[in-house]
C-alpha cells in the first residue's frame, strides 16, 4: 500500500468517525458544507492546504484556472474524465457534490497564490523543454505551447496553467492525451501530443515545471 492510498484510507476513516463535537464538514456527501471548508478538510489532504501540494502525485491547484477547475470537477463527476488516478482519487471525491460546491471549490483554489517549488527536471531537459514550449516542433506540426496555455504557461479559462504544474503529473497528463482517450475534453491536446517523443514529453514538462520556480 503506497502513501498517497493510505492518506485516502485517512481521509475516509476522518469521514467515516465525524465526531460529536466537529460538525459534519468533512462529509463530501453534505450539499450544506461550504466548497472553502471542504477544500481545507478535503482537499488539502492530498493537494495541500493551500493547493499546493507537496508530493508530485498530487496537481497543484493553486492559481489554477477557474473555469478549468469547475470542467475538470464536472468532468470527474460525470466519469468523462477517465485516466486511471482520476479515477481512483477523484471519481468517489467528485460523486456528490454540487454545483455550487464545485464552483466555491474552483474560486477557493483559483485565488490560492502559488509556492515556489523544488526544480524537479535537469538543466539539459529544462532548456530543451523551453523549445519545444515557445516554439514547438514545426517539423511534426506540433504548435508552440504559448499559443494556448499563454507565454508564461498561466493558462485561460479552459486551458489550463502548466506552469508550475509538478513534471511527473505533467508527463502522466501528456501520455494520458497521447494514448488514451481518456480525457475526452482534451482532444486538442491528443492532437498536440500525438507526435511528441517521450524525451519531448520529459523535456517540456522539466521546462514547466521549473519556469515560475527558477
Ligand atoms: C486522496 C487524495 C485526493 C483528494 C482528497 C483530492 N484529490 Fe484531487 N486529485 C488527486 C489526484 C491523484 C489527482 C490526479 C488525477 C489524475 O492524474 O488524473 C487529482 C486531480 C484533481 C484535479 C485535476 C487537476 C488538473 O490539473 O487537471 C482537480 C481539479 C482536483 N483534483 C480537485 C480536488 C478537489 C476540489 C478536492 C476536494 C474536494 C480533491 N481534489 C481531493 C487526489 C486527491
Ligand atoms: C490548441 C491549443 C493547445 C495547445 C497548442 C496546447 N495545449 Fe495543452 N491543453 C489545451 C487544452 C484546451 C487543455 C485542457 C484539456 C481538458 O480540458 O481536458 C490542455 C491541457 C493540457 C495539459 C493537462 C493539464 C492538467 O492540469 O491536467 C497539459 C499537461 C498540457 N495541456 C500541455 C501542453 C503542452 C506541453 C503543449 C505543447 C507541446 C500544449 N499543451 C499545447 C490546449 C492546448
Known sequence: MNTQRLTLLAVMIGMAAGCANEPRSRDIANPNVSGETLALQ?????????????SPNFPNLAGQQEVY?????SGFKAHSRQDPAGFEYMWGISHNLTDKQIQELAAHFAAEKPE???????PERIAAGKTIFTGGIPDKGIPPCASCHGPEGNGNATFPRIAGQHADYLVKQLTVFQRTNDRP??????????????????NVAAYLQAVPNQ
Not at 69 to 73: N, R
Not at 186 to 202: C, F, P, R, W, Y
Request: some cysteine; hydrophobic content about 30%.
Open 42 to 54: 478535503v482537499c488539502s489532504n492530498c493537494h495541500g492546504a493551500t493547493g499546493n501540494s507537496k
Open 69 to 73: 477547475v469547475v470542467a475538470q470537477l
Open 116 to 122: 515556489r517549488q523544488r526544480i524537479e527536471g535537469k
Open 185 to 202: 475534453e482534451g482532444s486538442v491536446m491528443k492532437t498536440v501530443a500525438h507526435e511528441l517523443t517521450h524525451e519531448n514529453i520529459e
